[in-house]
T-cell receptor, first 114, second 112 residues
Framework: DAGVIQSPRHEVTEMGQEVTLRCKPI?????LFWYRQTMMRGLELLIY????????DSGMPEDRFSAKMPNASFSTLKIQPSEPRDSAVYFC????????????FGPGTRLTVL | QKEVEQNSGPLSVPEGAIASLNCTYS??????FFWYRQYSGKSPELIMS????GDKEDGRFTAQLNKASQYVSLLIRDSQPSDSATYLC????????????FGTGTRLTIIP
């Protein structure tokens, strides 16, 4: 299995631009998670999908952030408009059934907003 | 009070000794507890999961859970330089809403 796939691996953009991060979970996994990691705040859960339905989006910082999961094999995290404080590493993870199971993390997307 | 607290370290341990990592949590409804290891520049990977009070052993790793005192710990026996990493404690709760919270991590350095 290829594991969780994320793209792009690195993204540099200017303030105000739209950023779209992509994730393909492990085949057969029913739960998908988006995280943001910074030195200051550590690893933060942004949103959690189960069977393509958002279960908890309380971690999404503000309306500039949105996430979708149109099918079991694809999810996007969009930031519009981006700001310098959004600079972080964004991880996608998947698990077999729920957040009570082991999560497998993708390699992450390092986002830099200038 | 943070929901999941860890000593940020750095924690330095001589090679071959026992490394002890601790984590406390605030929500008594917490049900599932995880230890993830994260090497610098890499993504987290699961080391141990524990769901009931007591000890759980897997090779050189032992997870200990005490729900009454609301702490979970990770012991690494015969520490190796390859164990040098940041260790993240994660706690899952199902009390009203499902929630998963990570601690900020403890940086562990094994000294050869």
């Amino acid at each position: 299995d290829a594991g969780v796939i994320q793209s792009p691996r690195h993204e540099v953009t200017e303030m105000g631009q739209e950023v779209t991060l992509r994730c393909k979970p492990i085949s057969g996994h029913n739960s998908l998670f988006w995280y943001r990691q910074t030195m200051m705040r550590g690893l933060e859960l942004l949103i959690y999908f189960n069977n393509n339905v958002p279960i908890d989006d309380s971690g999404m910082p503000e309306d500039r952030f949105s996430a979708k999961m149109p099918n079991a094999s694809f999810s996007t995290l969009k930031i519009q408009p981006s700001e310098p404080r959004d600079s972080a590493v964004y991880f996608c993870a998947s698990s077999l059934t729920s957040l009570y199971n082991e999560q497998f993390f993708g390699p992450g997307t390092r986002l830099t907003v200038l | 009070q943070k929901e999941v607290e860890q000593n940020s370290g750095p924690l330095s341990v001589p090679e071959g000794a026992i490394a002890s990592l601790n984590c406390t949590y605030s929500d008594r409804g917490s049900q599932s507890f995880f230890w993830y290891r994260q090497y610098s520049g890499k993504s987290p990977e699961l080391i141990m999961s524990i769901y009931s009070n007591g000890d759980k052993e897997d090779g050189r790793f032992t997870a200990q859970l005490n729900k009454a005192s609301q702490y979970v710990s990770l012991l690494i026996r015969d520490s190796q330089p390859s164990d040098s990493a940041t260790y993240l404690c994660a706690v899952a709760t199902n009390f009203g809403n499902e929630k998963l919270t990570f601690g900020t991590g403890t940086r562990l350095t094994i000294i050869p």
